[in-house]
């Protein structure tokens, strides 16, 4: 039997104790260390997998740095010291999370603290944590996973109530403030000076177009997460798109196994995974190739061409599903197939770009250039002096 079924027959009760059991050595010391009480202007930005402060972290972070909050961070480094960990979490006023953090779900969290989740992605794509119920890696409806949040910012009124499902929450505490990592890309000067920059660090000519392949990965976490290498053969596709064309491979930060290329004939190629931030790359490319990532809905504020390469949909739509009809979300061509795929990338700039006026509202609602705003405003409560 495998542990999708075991967890189905676990009692709801039985499994919120084994998970608590399972993070005993952390809520130990969590309990010490939370009877120094807490402090106030303590904030801590709290990350396992991160390696640097990026992404809405980054943002947020710059407006408040010069505030009077004693700010902390902890990233993937610092969590070789669990110890260190719970001793600031215990005693921090706001707690901030950007991803899944599984050891946070079962503290015993005070009455006056804030665990306040800033979700990576924008929009509201692949269906996540409660609003898998049944499908294979999920959790079950008792877990205590994601239930603890204080606060949830989201990039639009139109998916409140996707984030409320998925995290098992009242929607009252889910708040269509906007993405801060969003700001940037109504930031003219910005958009244009990170592009010529960005190009010019990669070699891209003024006269090539740059084609950005960001697909999500496979598989139910970042342990098991990969991107099937034959979904694409990248020489392949070098050659039949010729040497006009730039493509940039940036797969998903859990996937340690790259697409192999030879640079060979053709289109030059070059790994960007170095970028664990996308959004750069995103003013950089001319057209973006992609799947089921969040990334359509940031690319979609620049009204730039995009193809949809889901060899797999069938089968993807199985296991993990999306919350609305995947019509909803393919403003682009298409294509299932590697034959069809260099032929829709260099027609791509000639197609017609969809009105995405209703799209950018139902899913990019709040997300105007003051995002980061908000949240210090609303979510920190006027704390920031």
Known sequence: MDIGALKRLCP??????????????????????????INARKLVFLSPTRDSLSGNFWFIYEAIKDSDFEIVVLLEEDHRDMGRVMRHVATAQYILADDYVRYMYTLPLGDKQKFIQVWHS??????MGFSRIGREGSTIQGSLTHRNYTDVIVSAEGVVDNFAEAFGIERSKVHPYGVPRT??????????????????????????????FAPTYRG?????????????????LARALGSGYVIALKLHPFIKEQLPFSNGEGARVIDVGEYRE??????AA??????????IFE??????????YAPDMGDYENKRDFFYDYSEYAYGPLVLNQDELAQSIMSAETIKMLDLTAFKEKFLGACDGRSTQRFVENVLVNEVK
């Open 299 to 308: 690319y979609a504020l620049l009204s730039k061409p995009v193809v949809f």
């Open 12 to 37: 709801p009760a039985l499994f919120r104790a084994l998970q608590r059991f399972s993070n005993r050595s952390n809520i130990s010391i969590f309990k010490r260390c939370s009877q120094k009480g």
């Open 183 to 212: 700001d940037i890309f109504f930031d003219e000067a910005y958009k244009k000076q990170t592009r010529e920059d960005l190009r010019a660090r990669l070699q891209v000519e003024p006269d090539e177009k740059l084609v950005l």
């Open 220 to 236: 139910n976490d970042v342990h098991g997460a990969f991107y099937p290498q034959e979904f694409l053969n990248v020489d392949a």
């Open 286 to 295: 001319d057209i973006l190739v992609t799947d089921y990532s969040s990334v």
């Open 122 to 127: 924008t929009g509201a794509l692949k269906r």
């Open 278 to 283: 996308i959004n750069d790359l995103l003013l």
